[in-house]
């Protein structure tokens, strides 16, 4: 698990992280899905960003989140769901309940020995364990750009986990052998639903007030300045990856 203080960090901010968070592809969610039974758990499911997608025609899903900020949030935008308080380490619902235990965004603020456990512990034999996490595409030249001026000086501190890289899963003795995929995707965007994006992220939400400003400055002037953002508006290029693996 990353700096705890981090994890703690976007209760204050559920509102914002509700509006400007992206949802998650259809592809993405099918792919996490695949083979699995309907009853499906949305662990630290926050504003119920990936919940919203798994409600969808799906009946009995349960949202778990610790956050009562982003739990109020979940609840106020999903009153159909069954949301309640609790963690990835104290999970709860009973024995073998589910067919898929789905995270969103989350899996890199978990305790690994604990949560790993308690979700064995709550997926029936052969259940589901899918991560997802949403970013924008670094591969594109004026992504990597973007990234190499935000962490620029004033440098914020990162989260080098947030974006999914390497498989995270939980293996052995509960887990059988992971595997992920990338689903790519775009979503209309302006500059400054860019930057209210980014004071949502726990490197703004957590930094120095006054060099969080300096960074979003920069970033406000390097979209002013690329051809691809310079008029305000754009088709912001985003992938989800996708890892999965079966409870053993």
């Given at each position: 698990?990353?700096?705890?203080?981090?994890?703690?960090?976007?209760?204050?901010?559920?509102?914002?992280?509700?509006?400007?968070?992206?949802?998650?592809?259809?592809?993405?969610?099918?792919?996490?899905?695949?083979?699995?039974?309907?009853?499906?758990?949305?662990?630290?499911a926050g504003?119920?960003?990936?919940?919203?997608?798994?409600?969808?025609?799906?009946?009995?899903?349960?949202?778990?989140?610790?956050?009562?900020?982003m739990l109020?949030?979940?609840?106020?935008?999903?009153?159909?769901?069954?949301?309640?308080?609790?963690?990835?380490?104290?999970?709860?619902?009973?024995?073998?309940?589910?067919?898929?235990?789905?995270?969103?965004?989350?899996l890199h603020?978990?305790?690994?020995?604990?949560?790993?456990?308690?979700?064995?512990?709550?997926?029936?034999?052969?259940?589901?364990?899918?991560?997802?996490?949403?970013?924008?595409?670094?591969?594109?030249?004026?992504?990597?750009?973007?990234?190499?001026?935000?962490?620029?000086?004033?440098?914020?501190?990162?989260?080098?986990?947030?974006?999914?890289?390497?498989?995270?899963?939980?293996?052995?003795?509960?887990?059988?052998?992971?595997?992920?995929?990338?689903?790519?995707?775009?979503?209309?965007?302006?500059?400054?639903?860019?930057?209210?994006?980014?004071?949502?992220?726990?490197?703004?939400?957590?930094?120095?007030?006054?060099?969080?400003?300096?960074?979003?400055?920069?970033?406000?002037?390097?979209?002013?300045?690329?051809?691809?953002?310079?008029?305000?508006?754009?088709?912001?290029?985003?992938?989800?990856?996708?890892?999965?693996?079966?409870?053993?």
């Open positions: 698990m990353t700096d705890p203080s981090r994890a703690r960090s976007f209760g204050p901010a559920a509102a914002a992280y509700d509006r400007y968070r992206p949802g998650y592809p259809a592809a993405a969610v099918a792919h996490a899905l695949a083979g699995a039974g309907p009853r499906v758990l949305d662990l630290g504003t119920g960003k990936l919940t919203a997608a798994l409600a969808a025609g799906r009946p009995g899903v349960v949202a778990v989140e610790p956050d009562p900020d109020a949030v979940l609840r106020a935008r999903l009153p159909e769901v069954d949301a309640r308080a609790g963690s990835a380490e104290e999970i709860p619902l009973p024995d073998g309940t589910v067919d898929a235990v789905l995270v969103g965004q989350a603020w978990f305790e690994p020995g604990r949560a790993a456990a308690e979700i064995a512990r709550v997926l029936g034999p052969g259940g589901v364990l899918a991560a997802l996490w949403n970013g924008m595409d670094g591969d594109v030249g004026w992504i990597a750009r973007f990234d190499e001026v935000r962490t620029g000086s004033p440098r914020p501190a990162d989260n080098p986990a947030g974006g999914g890289e390497g498989i995270m899963l939980p293996g052995r003795p509960w887990f059988g052998p992971a595997e992920q995929t990338v689903v790519p995707w775009s979503r209309p965007h302006t500059t400054e639903d860019l930057l209210a994006e980014q004071r949502t992220h726990s490197w703004a939400l957590t930094a120095d007030p006054a060099d969080r400003e300096a960074v979003l400055d920069r970033l406000r002037g390097f979209l002013a300045s690329c051809p691809e953002t310079a008029a305000g508006r754009f088709d912001l290029p985003m992938r989800t990856i996708v890892q999965r693996a079966r409870r053993r």
